[in-house]
T-cell receptor, first 112, second 113 residues
Framework: QKEVEQDPGPLSVPEGAIVSLNCTYS??????FMWYRQYSRKGPELLMY????GNKEDGRFTAQVDKSSKYISLFIRDSQPSDSATYLC????????????FGRGTSLIVHP | NAGVTQTPKFQVLKTGQSMTLQCAQD?????MYWYRQDPGMGLRLIYY???????DKGEVPNGYNVSRLNKREFSLRLESAAPSQTSVYFC????????????FGQGTRLTVV
């Protein structure tokens, strides 16, 4: 079992839908939780990050972390065709454990 | 501000050939990384350099070597390319090893035939 599990999709939704992307993990030492967005044939870009448990909101995007369940989510409200991309979760531990572990990425398609 | 620049963007090699992938960042970052991305496998760390003068193996180092030439540049070398090394290679950098945000280059698409 990989340390970070993420369904690769693809996930296809109509424009305007609420999208939920999720990752589960097994390493309880993870404290930093990140979401990267990767457009086709581009490098990943950091979208959001959260420290420890809780929620974080940025515009149409909300990141949630539930450490008790070892489960993180990214919600996209009012999804747009421009949100079509691969979304990768990443996590890392404290201190010297700074190398992030990435999920496989979920491919999202928002159709008009 | 260019960020992280990788060269070349595309490359086709024959089995057994060697090549070096170049990476340079202009953000004065201390830590640099090489990843490969394969369908269904996500990003896997090949090598990283926590700071100038140090390099360490990642998850999948076999068949690769790296050089941290200076603070800006981190190269990845394939000494004898194999078809299993067909992949998209990404270079990334962070201000420090503990810094959350990694900045990625555009990637190098390598095909080994």
């Amino acid at each position: 079992q990989k340390e970070v599990e993420q369904d690769p999709g693809p996930l296809s939704v109509p424009e305007g839908a609420i999208v939920s992307l999720n990752c589960t993990y097994s390493n309880s030492a993870f404290q930093y939780f990140m979401w990267y967005r990767q457009y086709s044939r581009k490098g990943p870009e950091l979208l959001m990050y959260t420290y420890s448990s809780g929620n974080k909101e940025d515009g149409r995007f909300t990141a949630q972390v539930d450490k008790s369940s070892k489960y993180i989510s990214l919600f996209i409200r009012d999804s747009q065709p421009s949100d079509s991309a691969t979304y990768l979760c990443a996590m890392k531990g404290p201190g010297g454990s700074y190398i992030p572990t990435f999920g496989r990425g979920t491919s999202l398609i928002v159709h008009p | 501000n260019a960020g992280v620049t990788q060269t070349p963007k595309f490359q086709v090699l024959k089995t057994g050939q060697s090549m070096t992938l170049q990476c340079a960042q202009d953000m004065n970052h201390n830590s640099m990384y090489w990843y490969r991305q394969d369908p269904g496998m996500g990003l896997r760390l090949i090598y990283y350099s926590a700071s100038e003068g140090t390099t360490d193996k990642g998850e999948v180092p076999n068949g690769y070597n790296v050089s941290r030439l200076n603070k800006r540049e981190f190269s990845l070398r394939l000494e004898s390319a194999a078809p299993s090394q067909t992949s998209v290679y990404f270079c990334a950098s962070t201000l420090h090893g503990t810094n959350t945000e990694a900045f990625f280059g555009q990637g190098t698409r390598l095909t080994v035939v």
